[in-house]
């Protein structure tokens, strides 16, 4: 739906160019005043509440909503890019960025704002567009920050100033995305789905799917592929967004998978005696009330050095042998349906560091959290926890959580409400 919605709008206009002087000093004020705005943290219920059934004039008040927040967030991404340290915000691939996102911002505030349904559907296909046009822009960042690594030594203090503005950024781009997507998703109404949450997510049958796509993946790439053990209860199931954890529950079978055929090929195990990767699914709560998924994904991969578990959700670590040699084509592309990252046929099974640290993103953006444990010498396992989808805020940035009066960004009447 996104891509077709996308091809039916015209262009947005670029941002004036450096030339254009007085034209230019006037945009980057723009920018500087919405960046300096607060985002609006929507509650996670409404917004499953306005997609359920949304009437033309819902929608156009959700478009409005989407019309006076949009810009302000992606000119946040504008000021976080700029601000990333050690040179990385003059990377040319950053800077190529930069330059999306600063004429995102211009397209968006030269468009009128949609007062009537047929203003609306136009301003979807509007917003359906930066879904593609952006989608490519953290791989461009995980590559320059390879770079980076391999042209200096980060001090760990600097390391971690560098994953915490990527964590920033990338915490508030899913949750950009996230709307749009949501917002365009909830224009037809599928069964079972408001907007792009599921009524009924059943994580087995996505870790199921995932499983599916990651054993292919690996015959593909790596010529070999353990069994991959998925163990949990088929009939439970939860409100969530299954592209969410469809891209956490990949990028973690990847890791397992790609471990234990490394280090079985380092030992020389035959590979029909590699041991089995396993996916362990359990749901929790009191008196049989479902309140969280937990999901172990265990290996015999050898583990990680205790010397560098505490660089494992670093953007600047990778256990890839030759990640230079790695191809990334939209491997955190738009996440409106699992189908669109199973359709990647060219998704490496290890890359530049940045899928670990986004599925820890994924998981805390509804209040989840995912850690992982290793025994060195013998294996790892990685554990995810997925609350129900329930009445708190999206998770977003200190910096940019709420408005000084806690009312957020928008006008009265421009609200996501059922």
Known sequence: M???????????????????????????????????????????????????????????????????????????????????????????????????????????????????????????????????????????????????????????????????????????????????????????????????????????????????????????????????EVLGNPKRAFRYVPSHLYFIASELLKNSVRATVESAAAAGTPSHKLPPVRAILVCGGEDDAFESVSIKIEDQGMGIKRSDMDKVFSYTYTTAPHPENAVFPNATASLSKAGDMRQEKSDPMAGLGIGLPLSRLYSRYFGGDLEIISMEKYGTDAYLMLPHFGDDVEILPDPIAQSPSQQGSCPKGAQYKA
């Open 2 to 228: 996104v891509e077709g919605m996308a091809k039916r709008v015209r262009p947005l206009p670029s941002a004036p160019p450096q030339q254009q002087t007085r034209a230019a000093d006037a945009f980057q004020t723009t920018l500087s005043h919405l960046a300096a705005k607060r985002a609006t943290a929507v509650s996670l219920t409404d917004l499953y509440r306005f997609g359920l059934e949304p009437s033309p004039d819902q929608c156009l008040r959700n478009a409005q909503f989407i019309y006076h927040e949009l810009p302000i967030r992606v000119a946040q991404r504008v000021a976080d890019l700029k601000a990333l340290p050690f040179g990385l915000s003059e990377h040319p691939l950053v800077r190529d960025g930069i330059r999306h996102y600063e004429n995102t911002v211009y397209g968006l505030v030269t468009t009128p704002k949609p007062n009537t349904v047929e203003a609306e559907h136009e301003y979807a296909c509007l917003t359906a567009s930066l879904l593609t046009n952006h989608r490519t822009i953290p791989m461009a960042i995980a590559r320059a920050i390879y770079e980076l690594r391999t042209a200096r030594q980060l001090s760990s203090a600097e390391q971690a100033l560098l994953n915490r503005r990527l964590d920033d950024f990338f915490m508030a781009r899913i949750s950009m995305r996230f709307l749009i997507e949501h917002y365009i998703a909830s224009h037809a109404c599928h069964p079972g789905f408001s907007g792009v949450i599921a009524t009924e997510c059943c994580p087995l049958e996505i870790v199921t799917q995932a499983r599916a796509d990651v054993e292919a993946m690996a015959v593909r790439q790596l010529g070999v592929c353990p069994a991959i």
